[in-house]
């Protein structure tokens, strides 16, 4: 199990991660969410000792990653795809790893058809790899110790449609044979449809984290009539909360069927009424991080 315990890291007067607390756990994926400069990678640095933290803990089965004997043999970590010595061959770069974890030379070549570079591709110069290609030699890096614990920054930069599918169905597999894997994307749809849990980060904060079904199933009811101040009012008495959604709708925490109830009895005529977890991962993802959009400041 990763822990994040209020992990709060500044640079000079910058916050960039603020009080920040989560677990991920064994047997699952954990989708780290946010917008760009939310804190994301800051808080995966501190995870893995590349950046110290000003206050609060992350751990990984109850250490630090610097106290770990044998890192590679418990975590498998790929932050950059394109940080990988660009002198050095693929075949090299897995074999430096697998040496320098004690392992025996054919984990490489395990690594290399598990990842799908054929024997030509591995003796090219990384220089000359694709970021596809750099994506799945850096996954093959992470996982050549057999560890417990995945922690990815972006796996699925440079994956064509059959890569992400590929890269799916290898993290799916390796959660259910009870590996913990910490997963931060851009790519939504892909968090939605393999995570078993979502953490949203905004401006260094968490702003929403719990299991993927009960997140959207608790995203309310979206709703559009005729008079939306009028319908607004009417929910407002009943002891509901209404607010204007981005799209110009009305979002509230009521069912449904609660929302119709009180539209017929106020008499406003509604045009539409649906779950709002319909919309799916991104539009939750958007409402929760509205305010925390932005763009060439720390990640």
Known sequence: MIVIEQLTKKYGTTIAVDDVSFTAAAGRVTGFLGPNGAGK?????????????????????????????????????????????????????????????????????EMLNLVSLTPTEADRRVRDYSLGMRQRLGIAAA??????VLILDEPANGLDPAGIRWMRDLLRGYADRGGTVLLSSHLLHEIEVIADDIVMIGHGRIVSQGAKSKLLHAAGT?????????????????????????????????????????????GVALSELRAADSAGLEDMFLELTSTTQREGVLA
């Open 143 to 148: 996982l050549i110790g057999d560890p417990q």
């Open 222 to 266: 979206l709703v559009r009539a005729s008079d939306l101040p009028a319908l607004e009012r009417a929910l407002t008495a009943w002891g509901l909360t209404a607010s204007p959604s981005r799209d110009g709708a009305l979002h509230t925490d009521a069912d449904a069927t609660l929302v119709g109830h009180v539209a017929h009895q106020a």
């Open 41 to 109: 990678s800051t808080t995966m640095r501190v995870l893995v000792g590349l950046t110290p933290a000003t206050t609060g803990t992350a751990t990984v089965h109850g250490r630090r990653f610097v106290d770990l004997p044998n890192p590679g043999l418990e975590v498998g970590v790929l932050l950059d795809a394109s940080a990988q010595h660009a002198g050095r061959t693929g075949r090299e770069t897995l074999g430096v790893a697998a040496q320098f974890m004690g392992l025996h030379r054919r984990r490489v070549e």
